[in-house]
């Protein structure tokens, strides 16, 4: 099946820091990929959809230039959280998917941030 | 109203049993449906798509009732294993639109 891979999985850092998450679909190339949060005991939240080579769509409510998005290639995207404050801290997880926007979508194992 | 409402349980069952959980939801241009399992801290893992004429894989069976708009996930048999949140997604026909339920919590109990 589809894989989907993130990096790091989990990561510590210090308040005003940005931190840079890695999403890549290894045996597929991705039209589409989606960027998740989710906190504890919560459902998934939606915060971006990129497509490869043009900008992110951000859902309502999530600040485009703290949490910015880069799809470089058809098999990476980028969320890169900046100047992260403890409210920030969360389960972080991508997903790809191989045709279109509404194909089954392959996740990513998450990235768990703590901003202290 | 929201375009996909599950209920969150928690659903506690003996092993051995047989469990249900509905999705509900509220377009009726929704296209196609998936059943998702999230165990703890983890990703959600793709269980099986829902198709119109309904579909089995094993102990579980996915159903969609498109007049009462809504999907069904049966387990049979649970194992203790089964014990996860399960997510149903819906998606539109039209545009890149799909909503992702709340998940329902499942507990099997030795």
């Known amino acids: 099946g589809a894989v989907v891979s993130q990096h790091p999985s989990w990561v510590i850092c210090k308040s005003g820091t940005s931190v840079k998450i890695e999403c890549r679909s290894l045996d597929f190339q991705a039209t589409t990929m989606f960027w998740y949060r989710q906190f504890p005991k919560q459902s998934l939240m939606l915060m971006a959809t990129?497509?490869?080579?043009?900008?992110?769509?951000?859902e309502q409510g999530v600040e485009k230039d703290k949490f910015l998005i880069n799809h470089a290639s058809l098999t990476l995207s980028t969320l890169t959280v900046t100047s992260a404050h403890p409210e920030d801290s969360s389960f972080y997880i991508c997903s790809a998917t191989l045709y279109s926007g509404t194909d089954t979508q392959y996740f990513g194992p998450g990235t768990r941030l703590t901003v202290l | 109203r929201k375009e996909v409402e599950q209920d969150p349980g928690p659903f506690n069952v003996p092993e051995g049993a047989t469990v249900a959980f509905n999705c509900t939801y509220s377009n009726s241009a929704s296209q196609s449906f998936f059943w998702y399992r999230q165990d703890c801290r983890k990703e959600p893992k793709l269980l099986m798509s829902?198709?119109?004429s309904g579909n089995e894989d094993g102990r579980f069976t996915a159903q969609l009732n498109r007049a009462s708009q809504y999907i069904s996930l049966l387990i049979r048999d649970s194992k203790l294993s089964d014990s996860a949140t399960y997510l149903c997604v819906v998606i539109l026909n039209t545009g890149n639109q799909f909503y992702f339920g709340t998940g329902t919590s499942l507990t099997v109990i030795p």
């Open positions: 829902v198709y119109s």
């Open positions: 990129s497509n490869e080579g043009s900008k992110a769509t951000y």
